[in-house]
């Protein structure tokens, strides 16, 4: 083998690489992310809560990471809860269920796609479950279903408050009607918590959608949001082609949704621990504002008002 063919196996080597695209996996394994300016590194993002500095969008992270923003890195307990018997209908697409938990499983290292914890924010003990958006999209099927129960139930022996941070494009298609039939348990659930007076808080982030938003996410005391969070029940293009008509810009956006009363307040990540102990330190009549039962109903009214503006 001479020189030039040497400089032209060489030539075609640079430009295979310039031109294959990066797989999904290559991507993930990266120490780059990107944004509104391009390429970001991980570790930049992630000191500023994953949360970009420039155009403060707000990406999406996993529950462990949620977590150890709410309550301080690994300062808080996971509970191993129940799992169903996997692909109940046997269901098989392009590629079997079954196989698709195994792969989602090993991508998120989570058995189910609802992770349940108990920490403490401001001296208040909070049950709080959250959702993995790459664990088959955050879709729920029997498995956060049960989970979602269990956190309940966790609350209620215990007397927590509960804490949902909900994410996800709805029910789980390959459970069928046993995946619709997790947004009657879990509002039937959410009922018992408020039949035992404790506060319900539901954050929702980016994003959520369906039977998720038709169920628990929106079924809290107070729903919190995390700026520019995709809120909403069916697709903008679904919705469009229903009305036939032209939609308002960013009207499933989370500063849209707030406007028209179906979100309270929008918190930024950085503040969110802060505000979820404010809020639950009023709803549990430990705020300093409340002092006597005479005027209990009308300040715990004007201290919320407080703390959403």
Known sequence: MNWITKIIKAGEK?????????????????DWTSCCRGPILKKDLEENLWVCPDCNKHHRIKPKQRFDILFGKNNYEIFKTPIPKDDPLNWTDSKSYKDR???????????????VVCGVINNIKITAVASDFDFLGASMAAAEGEAFLYGIQ?????????????????MRMMESLISLSQMTRSTLAINELKENNLPYLVCITDPTAGGITASYAMLGDIHIAEPGALIAFAGARVIKGTV?????????????????GFVDLIVERKDLSEKIGTLLSILLK???????EENETTENSQSLSQVAS
């Open 154 to 170: 966790h609350a209620i022996e215990n007397k927590t408050p509960f804490l949902c941070v909900s994410a996800g494009g709805g």
């Open 101 to 115: 938990l195994k792969s989602a499983r090993k991508k998120t290292g989570m058995d189910c796609g609802m992770m």
């Open 14 to 30: 640079i430009k295979t690489a310039i031109h294959k695209r990066a797989s999904k996996e290559d991507i993930a394994n990266s």
């Open 286 to 292: 430990k705020n300093s504002v409340i002092s006597t």
């Open 244 to 260: 036939k008509e032209d939609l308002p810009d960013g009207f499933q956006k989370s500063e849209y949704v707030e406007k028209t």
